[in-house]
């Protein structure tokens, strides 16, 4: 049995050109420093054998978008590239995981039903 506990925090920045109001680009860039534990049960007729490792890791993330929008219709693609890299404790192990990603999306809007834009009025009158 396996189970993992990851913990990170790091900075972020993400930009958005947008052209002739309609199109846009979008890209962004993360890292992130964390630790890591890991504690592995590995289960013998005579007893459970427990390994526990702490590891230092650092993440990165990178994304790029592009898109289409108007006032009924929207649609676009991202792309998601992230890593993570850590070498486990007291061994010369060093993990590499890179991972890809796809998101191709296509949306349409509509009016909300009237008993919603009721509700909202009656929010909105509230709010001064």
Same mark, same amino acid.
């Given at each position: 049995?396996?189970?993992?506990?990851?913990?990170?925090?790091?900075?972020?920045?993400?930009?958005?050109?947008?052209?002739?109001?309609?199109?846009?680009?979008?890209?962004?860039?993360?890292? $992130?420093?964390?630790?890591?534990?890991?504690?592995? &049960? !590995?289960?013998?007729?005579? @007893?459970?054998? =427990?390994?526990?490792?702490?590891?230092?890791?650092?993440?990165?993330?990178?994304?790029?978008?592009?898109?289409?929008?108007?006032?009924r219709f929207y649609t676009g693609?991202?792309?998601?590239? $992230?890593?993570?890299?850590?070498?486990?404790?007291? &061994? !010369?192990?060093?993990?590499? @995981?890179?991972? =890809?990603?796809?998101?191709?999306?296509?949306?349409?809007?509509?009016?909300?039903?009237?008993?919603?834009?009721?509700?909202?009025?009656n929010i909105e009158k509230k709010?001064?």
């Amino acid at each position: 049995m396996l189970k993992n506990i990851e913990t990170s925090i790091g900075p972020r920045y993400a930009y958005t050109f947008i052209a002739k109001e309609k199109f846009y680009l979008s890209l962004g860039v993360f890292g $992130s420093l964390g630790y890591l534990n890991t504690k592995v &049960t !590995t289960r013998l007729p005579a @007893e459970d054998v =427990i390994i526990n490792q702490d590891n230092f890791i650092f993440r990165w993330d990178t994304k790029v978008g592009v898109g289409y929008n108007v006032s009924r219709f929207y649609t676009g693609a991202y792309t998601n590239l $992230s890593g993570i890299q850590y070498q486990q404790e007291n &061994t !010369t192990v060093v993990n590499h @995981e890179t991972r =890809i990603f796809y998101h191709l999306f296509l949306g349409m809007r509509f009016n909300a039903p009237r008993f919603i834009e009721r509700q909202v009025k009656n929010i909105e009158k509230k709010i001064p």
